[in-house]
């Protein structure tokens, strides 16, 4: 049988559009489980913000931004902003996705080099919560 094991980690963003780094949180948790061959889950259990995996260079990080303001339009003539000046945020959260699944070697996140796992903010700045789940020995 495999082990499971989960908790949930508060991230605090500071801006209306963000990415924030969260690999060292995760990697710390995965630590005190003694986490060893398995599975995690990043789940984000919000619909205007994201998880997404990619490195975390900040140029890229504003490149990312950049990107996804355009595509979703901020203030645009969305429907749902009519109720709430959101509309970008969900489709943003809609293209990214809600989670991740990440592969996890002798306790350790087996990211490539490059690769970050961050926290996608199109509607801050608030305080998120992202649920963490590993399945594994
Ligand atoms: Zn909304």
């Known amino acids: 049988m495999a082990r499971v094991e989960s908790t949930s980690i508060r991230v605090s963003t500071s801006s209306r559009f963000q990415l924030v780094d969260i690999t060292a949180r995760i990697q ?3 630590a005190t489980i003694n986490a060893g ?5 990043v789940y984000s259990p919000h619909t205007t913000a994201g ?3 990619n490195e975390a260079e ?3 990080m504003e490149d990312i ?3 996804l303001r355009e595509i979703t339009r901020p203030g645009g003539g969305w429907r749902h902003n009519r109720i709430d000046d959101n509309a970008h945020a969900h489709l943003a959260q809609v293209l990214v996705g809600d989670s991740r699944v990440i592969p996890v070697a002798r306790g350790s996140l087996a990211l490539g080099t490059w690769q970050r796992v961050m926290l996608l903010e199109m509607d801050g700045p608030r305080s998120r919560r992202l649920n963490l789940v ?3 020995s």
């Open 28 to 30: 710390e948790w995965l």
């Open 37 to 41: 061959d398995g599975i995690l889950l």
């Open 51 to 53: 998880v997404i995996v």
């Open 58 to 60: 900040p140029g890229l």
């Open 65 to 67: 931004l950049d990107l």
């Open 134 to 136: 590993y399945i594994g």
